[in-house]
């Protein structure tokens, strides 16, 4: 079984503070995508990392994928209530069409 | 990207009976997929549903529990059958948009059985 770890996998925070989520493994992927959830709602894509060493910035998100492509980060800059929800990454490769899921951060700003 | 609409969003059901999940999506996609979510954790894929063959079912999930329909490239359904207080869960479809846009997800159906 592959596995994507993924921490913490609890985060409470005061607003303006930083944050970094972490998704680890042993394999290789072709991409690796962030989606953030609200409750009653599906996830949502964030973004898509494609090639190793990757840096992508959505405002006051930055993603990171490893050079190996096998890890990847989310780090969020002065978080915000609104920052509050689920973070999921999830790894897809080559040989398998399916999406392989991290645990999840349910994450917690507060004002 | 694509817009799936999930229905019922939520439901309440006895325990032995069944329920149908439906998703319609606004474009053709060859795949569509089903996930089972607890209330804060992550997704575990039941099925993926092919419009024209059966659909193929993960570990752990069987067509008996969970028959899926897959009527043409725009709909699938996902019924929830002789249900249990254990298949209290968020039931989700997705459809893959392209590598640049991810996966696209439904609102959710909120299942809890009694």
């Known amino acids: 079984t592959q596995l994507l770890e993924q921490s913490p996998q609890f985060l409470s925070i005061q607003e303006g503070e930083n944050l970094t989520v972490y998704c680890n493994s042993s394999?290789?992927?072709?991409?690796l995508q962030w989606y953030r959830q609200e409750p009653g709602e599906g996830p949502v894509l964030l973004v898509t990392v494609v090639t190793g060493g990757e840096v992508k910035k959505l405002k006051r998100l930055t993603f990171q994928f490893g050079d190996a492509r096998k890890d990847s980060s989310l780090h969020i800059t002065a978080a915000q209530p609104g920052d509050t929800g689920l973070y999921l990454c999830a790894g897809e490769q080559d040989s398998n069409y399916q999406l392989i899921w991290g645990a999840g951060t349910k994450l917690i700003i507060k004002p | 990207s694509a817009v799936i609409s999930q229905k019922p969003s939520r439901d309440i059901c006895q325990r032995g009976t069944s329920l149908t999940i439906q998703c319609q999506v606004d474009?053709?996609?060859?795949?569509m997929f089903w996930y089972r979510q607890q209330p804060g954790q992550s997704l575990t894929l039941i099925a993926t549903?092919?419009?024209?063959?059966?659909?193929?079912?993960e570990s752990g999930f069987v067509i008996d529990k969970f028959p899926i329909s897959r009527p043409n490239l725009t709909f699938s359904t996902l019924t929830v059958s002789n249900m249990s207080p254990e298949d209290s869960s968020i039931y989700l479809c997705?459809?893959?948009?392209?590598?640049?846009?991810?996966?696209?997800f439904g609102s959710g159906t909120r299942l809890t059985v009694v």
């Open positions: 474009s053709q996609v060859t795949m």
């Open positions: 394999s290789v992927f072709s991409s």
């Open positions: 997705s459809v893959e948009v392209g590598i640049d846009y991810g996966y696209t």
């Open positions: 549903a092919n419009q024209g063959s059966e659909a193929t079912y």
